[in-house]
Nanobody, 123 residues
């Protein structure tokens, strides 16, 4: 059993920052890739970024390019997503997901998911 729990979401104004966290438990954390996705109602879930157990990263979102940083703390079994200069179009539910192996862009490649944390950016 793998459990992922996101935290850190909330309501912010445009230009603000948020730090999202995901705590993982239930298996050997260091062997898994961790990734952040986001989804707006009516739209497809999209990969923001992923990070392997060794720290290698894949940055996928062009709309968020330069406005986020993904990091991982294996000792604490957590992955973080620092969001800066937030825009209203960044409003979404942000999900943490994990899989064995490389970072993948397709959500269907990830068997384990957190329940998400809501990020709302007002103008």
């Amino acid at each position: 059993q793998v459990q992922l729990v996101e935290s850190g979401g909330g309501l912010v104004q445009a230009g603000d920052s948020l730090r999202l966290s995901c705590a993982a438990s239930g298996r050997t954390f260091e062997t898994y890739t961790l990734a952040w996705f986001r989804q707006t109602p009516g739209k497809e879930r999209e990969l923001v970024a992923g990070i392997r157990w060794n720290g290698d990263t894949m940055h996928s979102s062009q709309s968020l390019k330069g406005r986020y940083t993904i990091s991982r703390d294996n000792a604490k079994n957590t992955v973080n997503l620092q969001l800066t200069s937030l825009k209203p179009e960044d409003t979404a539910v942000y999900y943490c997901a994990t899989r064995v192996g490389l970072v993948r862009t397709d959500p269907s490649e990830y068997p384990y998911w957190g329940r998400g944390t809501q990020v709302t950016v007002s103008s």
